[in-house]
């Protein structure tokens, strides 16, 4: 099953006709301090790009919790990794601290922001804000043709109320469509 298919199957759930690339996921995972974090947590793994592109930086003694929402995506990932840093679990990330159970140092996101209700993404972000520790780090990306828009303006105005940094990377043109990435960190 591709990411395609359940794009067609289950649009508003799954959020991207195409895996992000690898230097999508390289950007995703730079300048997070994965390398020193003891628990992270990825939302909206789907294939696992950027799952893989964790697991590389993170520490042997680490762990990484991903929420997948998508029964079809959480299962081919759990059965695709054997890798005992990672717990797939299939829920959603609204309920992220009943799924992760301590405080997290970063959390990367691949959930589609814009498509999704202003009321839940905000549960979400409220979530990810919860479980973060004091100068914990959130990315996520955003389709450079769809920034202009009121759905993903109002997504980046409220990181921008939520963190107290937020920068953008430079756009990853060898993506399908090319991105670029949030990073936001919370308070220390």
Do not use: C
Request: aromatic share 6%; no cysteine; proline share 7%.
């Amino acid at each position: 099953m591709s990411i395609t298919t359940e794009f067609l199957r289950r649009p508003l759930m799954t959020g991207a006709v195409a895996a992000s690339s690898r230097r999508l996921a390289y950007a995703m995972t730079a300048s997070v301090g994965l390398e020193r974090a003891r628990t992270v947590v990825e939302l909206g793994p789907g294939t696992g790009v950027f799952t893989d592109a964790v697991l590389a930086r993170l520490a042997p003694e680490a762990r990484l919790v991903a929420v997948e929402l998508n029964p079809v995506l959480a299962a081919r990932l759990s059965a695709t990794r054997r890798d005992t840093r990672l717990t797939v679990v299939q829920g959603s990330a609204a309920e992220l601290a009943a799924a992760v159970g301590e405080p997290v140092e970063a959390v990367i996101s691949g959930l589609p922001w814009t498509v999704m209700p202003r009321e839940r993404r905000g549960h979400i972000l409220d979530a990810v804000t919860e479980v973060l520790v004091p100068g914990g780090r959130f990315t996520t990306f955003a389709y450079v043709h769809a920034a202009w828009t009121p759905p993903a303006r109002d997504f980046t105005a409220e990181l921008g109320r939520r963190f107290d940094r937020l920068e953008r990377s430079t756009v990853v043109w060898r993506n399908l469509p090319p991105a670029f990435v949030h990073r936001a960190t919370r308070k220390p």
